[in-house]
């Protein structure tokens, strides 16, 4: 079984991490100029959003390319 070790420490832990993108998500893409008929129903699929995707999913590592810039 691999053992963690430091990389678990690394942050941003999941949950924070995905909380963070869908709080940012409807002003980044305002200020990318998504249309706005996409913007009108973007609201209601980011309040999905939390509920959908699992926030207490068990820690993985996501990469494969284990370079210094991935740890940044």
Do not use: S
């Not at 207490?56 to 810039?69: D, H, K, R, S, W």
């Amino acid at each position: 079984m691999f053992r963690f070790g430091e990389l678990f420490g690394i942050e941003p832990r999941w949950d924070r991490f995905l909380l963070g993108q869908i709080e940012g998500c409807r002003a980044r893409h305002e200020r990318l100029g998504l249309p706005q008929k996409y913007l009108d129903g973007l609201d209601d699929l980011l309040r999905d959003a939390a509920t959908l995707i699992p926030l207490n999913a068990p820690t993985v590592i996501l990469t494969g390319e284990y370079i210094p810039e991935n740890f940044c």
